[in-house]
């Protein structure tokens, strides 16, 4: 684990922000000069604090008007059957994520669909042919105040 100062933190932070600044405008919002900003970054990148770069989408101009997340219940609980589920899920493009979690299902995924009608299709023709699944709740997302996912 890499030791962070405060000044990792603040490259941190306005990377996350905005992870296409120019090293110039990082180094001036965070009081460094150019090479030094781009030495601390560099460093962060090869001890894998930074593990990439990404572009934040628009789901809405992508099609997606749906979001679920989804728990998961397994009929048994062998770590075959959590790899069957989890190979089955890699295809499906509607998960955008698939948490292994703790409590009384095993698994927490973000759906992303068109619609509900989408979403129903992947709930009965996906999640619903699953051997391995025994329940499924779905909490439909009305709003996101807050969603800080880059």
Do not use: W
Not at 14 to 24: F, H, K, M, T
Not at 85 to 100: G, K, M, Q
């Amino acid at each position: 684990m890499a030791t962070l100062d405060d000044t990792d933190r603040r490259i941190l932070r306005v990377l996350s922000g905005d992870g296409r600044i120019s090293n110039l405008a990082l180094a001036e919002r965070v009081g460094l000069s150019p090479s030094a900003c781009l030495r601390r970054v560099s460093a962060l990148e090869r001890a894998g604090v930074i593990a990439g770069y990404r572009a934040v989408l628009n789901p809405a101009a992508m099609g997606v008007g749906f979001v679920a997340y989804v728990a998961v219940g397994l009929n048994d609980h062998t770590k075959a059957s959590q790899e069957a589920f989890e190979r089955s899920i890699a295809r499906a493009p509607e998960v955008v994520e698939c948490h292994n979690i703790t409590g009384t299902v095993e698994y927490l995924l973000r759906v992303e669909a068109a619609d509900l009608a989408a979403y129903k299709v992947f709930h009965t023709d996906v999640l619903g042919t699953l051997p391995q699944v025994h329940a499924i709740t779905s909490y439909v997302v009305m709003g996101s105040p807050k969603d800080l996912r880059a």
